[in-house]
Structure formats: structure tokens, C-alpha cells
T-cell receptor, first 113, second 116 residues
């Protein structure tokens, strides 16, 4: 079945450090890929998305590139801030059929001053 | 514009009771989906409704049911609550039904259900 695997956390970084959160997905069909962010006690916010191979999603300094050859969608940010502390979820959704988003288990990021 | 709105935001129920959670989609969105997020895990798909019809169902028991109204709002009902039903229930909306390119799904803040 469809699945998403992301690196386990927590990830602790100092402010202004470089961030990478790895994510791989099963290659069934032609999925759209997403990163969602969840701040403590809140719902999910869409961070960025990519709908086809080689697309790059970007938002608020975060980037991720849809890599079909490696079935990956790694999240990166060049310089993290304390306000980026949250849980990040990688997700996929198949094209066609009904909507079902399959999420990874989430990676908690803590940025310390 | 208002986002996806859910109510109630928090509630506590006793085992065996019934609960109804409500969701209003973003204006213009006709698809509503429900997800369950247990603490420390990613959300799990429960249902998708589009134009008042169930379009997809996840691996949840029949105690879970939902419906969508003519104004596209939706209710999630859970009967015979178990302790394991304690979770954040998220509603999501989008403008169409499929996983088409560019069809983004937007989530609400969720309803926190605690079963004691």
C-alpha cells in the first residue's frame, strides 16, 4: 500500500543552523507530495507541496524537491529560527480516485537560541 | 476568508457514550474529509465526502459514521466510545473530490476528544 517514511525525531538545532528532514514515499501511482507543519496544540498547516517529478515546493524559507528517481521529498531550510519549532509531517496523495492523504509519523523539531 | 472551522474544540466523554463533531469547510469547497490523529502519530484518514456522498473510507470500525449536508458542512459521529478513541479529530476541505494536480487540502484546528 501507499506509505510515507520520515526520519524520526526529535531534531534539536541551534538557531541559524541548516535543517534537513528526510522523507521517502512509496512509488505507487503519481502522487502529489506535501509537507505540513503542526505547532503545539494546533491543527495542520500546509507548508509546501509538489505535484509532479522535479517540482520544487517552497514557502517561508523551506524547500523540498520531488525526486522520482529516489522516491524522496526531503525538507530543507538554510537557517532555522526558534519560531520554526514544531512537528513536521511529510504526506502523499494519489492522483485520481478519492482524496486520501497518507502521512508520515512526524518529526519534531526544536530550535534553541 | 474563514478557514475550515470545527466545533467543539475540546470535549470529554465517558466510555460507551456517543459524540458528534462538526465541520464547516472553506467557502466554495465541496469536499470534506475527516482524520484521526492519536497523540504522537500522524493523522489517519477516516472518511471523505463530496456532494453529500461518501467517496472514501479508511480502516475504521462501523462505530464511526459521517454525513455531509447541502451546505457542504459535515458531522462525524462516533458511537460506543472507547478509551482508544481519544485523539485529535481533524476536518479538511478542498474544492473537488480527486487527488488532482493542484487540489490542495486545507485542515481545520481540530477537535480534541478525551474519553475517560
Amino acid at each position: 500500500g501507499n506509505s510515507v517514511t520520515q526520519m524520526e525525531g526529535p531534531v534539536t538545532l541551534s538557531e541559524e543552523a541548516f535543517l534537513t528532514i528526510n522523507c521517502t514515499y512509496t512509488a505507487t501511482g503519481y502522487p502529489s507530495l506535501f509537507w505540513y507543519v503542526q505547532y503545539p496544540g494546533e491543527g495542520l498547516q500546509l507548508l509546501l507541496k509538489a505535484t509532479k517529478a522535479d517540482d520544487k515546493g517552497s514557502n517561508k524559507g523551506f524547500e523540498a524537491t520531488y525526486r522520482k528517481e529516489t522516491t524522496s521529498f526531503h525538507l530543507e531550510k538554510g537557517s532555522v529560527q526558534v519560531s520554526d519549532s514544531a512537528v513536521y509531517f511529510c504526506a502523499r496523495m494519489n492522483s485520481g480516485g478519492y482524496q486520501k492523504v497518507t502521512f508520515g509519523t512526524g518529526t519534531k523539531l526544536q530550535v534553541i537560541p | 476568508d474563514a478557514g475550515v472551522t470545527q466545533s467543539p474544540t475540546h470535549l470529554i466523554k465517558t466510555r460507551g457514550q456517543h459524540v458528534t463533531l462538526r465541520c464547516s469547510p472553506i467557502s466554495g469547497h465541496k469536499s470534506v474529509s475527516w482524520y484521526q490523529q492519536v497523540l504522537g502519530q500522524g493523522p489517519q484518514f477516516i472518511f471523505q465526502y463530496y456532494e453529500k456522498e461518501e467517496r472514501g473510507r479508511g480502516n475504521f470500525p462501523d462505530r464511526f459514521s459521517a454525513r455531509q449536508f447541502p451546505n457542504y458542512s459535515s458531522e462525524l459521529n462516533v458511537n460506543a466510545l472507547l478509551l482508544g478513541d481519544s485523539a485529535l479529530y481533524l476536518c479538511a476541505s478542498s474544492w473537488s473530490t480527486g487527488g488532482d494536480d493542484g487540489n490542495t487540502i486545507y485542515f481545520g484546528e481540530g477537535s480534541w476528544l478525551t474519553v475517560v
